[in-house]
């Protein structure tokens, strides 16, 4: 009857390794999955990470980090990200879905949030 009123949320969060943080170049990305989604991990040129659900909020085409740019794309309709996950123009509706970045034991780990 307890269980009943007050069900227990029996889902873990995903994490996923992406890989030693010394090999995480500043100024690249990674896709790595995380549960059953794509997920991008941004080293950003001074070396501080970001990571995404890479599902663009229009129509969740994959979206992917251009260095040239420092910025987050949508090939699909050109829609444009900043690295921080804000929506800057083109269709797409709302930010990226932001996840969590961690240093463990020396490995890049991104989970959610
Ligand atoms: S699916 Fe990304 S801009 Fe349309």
Known sequence: MVRFLSP???RTKERAEVCPVDEFAAGTARSVVLGEQAALVIRLP???FRAYIALCTHL???VGYSA???RIECRCHEGVYSVEGANVSGPPP???AAL???IES???VVSEG
Do not use: A, W, Y
């Open 106 to 108: 020396g490995v890049v």
């Open 46 to 48: 001074d070396g501080s």
């Open 94 to 96: 709302r930010p990226l």
């Open 8 to 10: 227990v949320s029996r």
């Open 100 to 102: 969590k970045v961690t």
């Open 60 to 62: 969740q085409c994959v």
């Open 68 to 70: 040239e740019n420092n």
